[in-house]
């Protein structure tokens, strides 16, 4: 097992999708996370914010920015999981520096 790392994942979501159904992806995540050995330390919601460009026909989209301690076989599970989300549209892992 890699060693245990910062990050933040950035994940921009459908504003159109009801909260309850994001709500279920996120805890779904949360469970992805506690079962691979990573840890969600905070979770920051940015709120709706217009886009740069047109991601499936929407102008806006929701953010939510999560800090993790993880190593990078949690982040690859994560990731796995996030691809295959409806209401994801799109997510970023960046390390933090150390």
Request: proline share 4%; glycine share 6%; hydrophobic share 40%.
């Amino acid at each position: 097992m890699s060693a245990v790392r910062n990050y933040e994942l950035l994940v921009l979501s459908d504003p159109n999708v009801d909260e309850s159904k994001l709500g279920i992806v996120f805890e779904r995540l949360k469970d992805i996370c506690d079962k691979n050995g990573a840890k969600i330390v905070k979770t920051t919601p940015w709120g709706k914010r217009r886009l740069a460009y047109e991601i499936k026909d929407l102008r806006e989209g929701v953010y939510h920015l999560l800090d993790l301690e993880s190593h990078l076989g949690a982040i690859a599970k994560i990731e796995a999981y996030l691809r295959i989300q409806t209401p994801v549209l799109r997510f970023l892992t960046t390390a933090k520096p150390e």
